[in-house]
């Protein structure tokens, strides 16, 4: 029963630890407000920060997965409740969507990103090469956004995993959860909640 107990605590602290698509819109949005010039000291903190979350990202997502198989296998339920729960098998999809998309970034938009900034010559960034390092970052904006959409409706999930809601309040949590998404991914959210 103890180790029942230390997986929960380590999957929920793991859940937690997934919040980085909330704090990486925070620190983009704030970048935005700086304005131009693109490729200054800001722009080199900010992609070395973005750049130094992947590895952590991919292993607190395989932790996630190894806790909650395990925690499902602890229950009784043998894999196939990610099939005949839904509540488990959402959250197992939406794990895998978020792997998807930090793979999207790793692999596809921050390459692109690097290529973009390392071609600078004197500190200066062509306007051609900044409307698409804009770009990239819009989409690496969205996929962070999405991310945390994901990682929120995961958290939600996790609290119904062994007794699930009523359907109309998961869809109003949802709901929520969207809305607050929505304002993290158009704001700074400087009242919090609010």
Same mark, same amino acid.
């Given at each position: ?8 605590? /380590? ?5 937690? $630890? ?6 990486? @819109?925070?620190? *983009? #949005?704030? +970048? ?54 839904? /509540? ?5 999809? $939406? ?6 998309? @930090?793979?999207? *970034? #790793?692999? +596809?938009?921050?390459?692109?990103l690097d290529a973009l900034f390392a071609r600078a ?7 051609a090469d900044g409307a698409q390092i804009r770009a ?59």
């Amino acid at each position: 029963m103890e180790l029942v107990s230390i997986l929960r605590v /380590v999957h929920v602290i793991t859940a937690i $630890l997934m919040a980085w698509p909330f704090y990486a @819109l925070v620190a *983009v #949005n704030q +970048r935005a407000r700086l304005g131009p010039p693109l490729g200054d000291r800001a722009d080199v903190y900010l992609e070395n920060v973005v750049r130094n979350r992947v590895v952590p990202c991919y292993i607190f997502q395989a932790t996630a997965l190894v806790t909650g198989v395990w925690l499902v296998l602890a229950a009784g339920m043998g894999l196939g409740a990610l099939v005949t729960n839904w /509540v488990l098998g959402a959250k197992f999809v $939406l794990l895998l969507v978020i792997a998807a998309l @930090l793979s999207i *970034v #790793n692999f +596809r938009v921050q390459p692109r990103l690097d290529a973009l900034f390392a071609r600078a010559q004197g500190g200066k960034i062509a306007d051609a090469d900044g409307a698409q390092i804009r770009a990239l970052r819009t989409t690496r904006k969205q996929l962070s956004a999405l991310c945390m959409f994901c990682v929120l409706t995961i958290s939600m999930l996790g609290v119904q995993a062994f007794a699930p809601f009523p359907l109309w309040l998961t869809a109003v949590l949802v709901l929520l959860i969207a809305a607050f998404t929505w304002r993290a991914y158009n704001s700074i959210t400087a009242y919090g909640w609010v």
